[in-house]
């Protein structure tokens, strides 16, 4: 399994300083994010990318649609768009697609449900068009009203399972996912529609107020990675692995620090993942 690390990890600096940081730990692949390179610039984005010999191995991230609609749904819509021609001019095979909490006014989530799949289907001809895939992320159950309702590899193919799976996959977040005793089977059933795995640590209590600040490094929590890679794995999916962590102590370490202990972290998280897929 190849690592590539996600711009959140190292959100505090720079690309040209996160991109220097990972050449030097031999880190081949960076997953990117929106506002970021916007800010950037896509041809000094570029410039950075081939200066350190980094390829990118997704986007993140666009979408929140489930509790939209209107104007506020057209403009969600229409960042979709902008997003799929940004990752495409970055080089990117994918870009990450949440899907959205519940609305404050309508807690029925079928119907949130059937918004995002209807938002989907009317993005497929633009991610086509951009030879970019959008990946359906599942989170965790803990944020179904504020970020996503959908929380389960499951539940994300049986909205996408009718779209072209060349325009339309899925993101497997271990973090997001790890609870479901249906992983493994989830991941087999996905197979091709897996368009990018993420990994880093879940543990108890979460930080307060802002609770999706509390992934750790691979290897300082409570997740067995070993059976999540070897399932992914043996459903086909041979892509970079990317490490993504939001977390406001680890921001303040320096950059070589934090870069250093994804590299190990990662290393411990995936040692064994050759073994369970033999």
């Not at 087999?188 to 368009?195: K, N, T, V």
């Amino acid at each position: 399994m190849e690592l590539s690390l996600n711009q959140a990890t190292t959100r505090p600096y720079g690309l040209a300083e996160t991109a220097a940081a990972a050449e030097r730990a031999g880190i081949r692949h960076l997953g990117l994010w929106v506002e970021p390179v916007e800010q950037t610039g896509l041809a000094e984005t570029r410039r950075i990318l081939s200066d350190h010999g980094l390829g990118v191995s997704s986007v993140c991230r666009v979408g929140f649609v489930a509790d939209k609609d209107g104007a506020e749904l057209r403009g969600a819509l229409d960042g979709v768009k902008r997003g799929l021609e940004l990752s495409h001019e970055v080089g990117a095979p994918m870009l990450t697609f949440i899907a959205g909490g519940l609305p404050s006014g309508d807690r029925d989530i079928v119907r949130a449900g059937q918004r995002v799949r209807d938002a989907l289907e009317t993005l497929v001809p633009f991610a086509e068009d951009a030879g970019v895939r959008l990946a359906l992320e599942p989170l965790h159950p803990l944020f179904v009203t504020s970020r996503s309702v959908v929380t389960s590899i499951a539940q994300a193919l049986d909205m996408i399972r009718d779209l072209p799976v060349t325009a339309i996959g899925i993101l497997i977040d271990a973090y997001a996912t790890f609870w479901d005793p249906r992983f493994a089977e989830s991941a087999a059933a996905a197979g091709e529609r897996i368009a990018g795995y993420q990994i880093s640590d879940f543990a108890l209590p979460l930080p307060e107020p802002e609770n999706m600040n509390g992934r750790l490094f691979p290897g300082d929590g409570e997740i067995d990675f070993a059976p999540l890679n070897g399932a992914v794995r043996a459903a086909g999916f041979s892509g970079p692995t990317e490490v993504e962590i939001f977390n406001d102590d680890i921001w303040a370490l320096d950059l070589d620090t934090i870069v250093d202990r994804t590299v190990r972290g990662f290393a411990q998280a995936t040692r064994s993942a050759e073994a369970v897929t033999r």
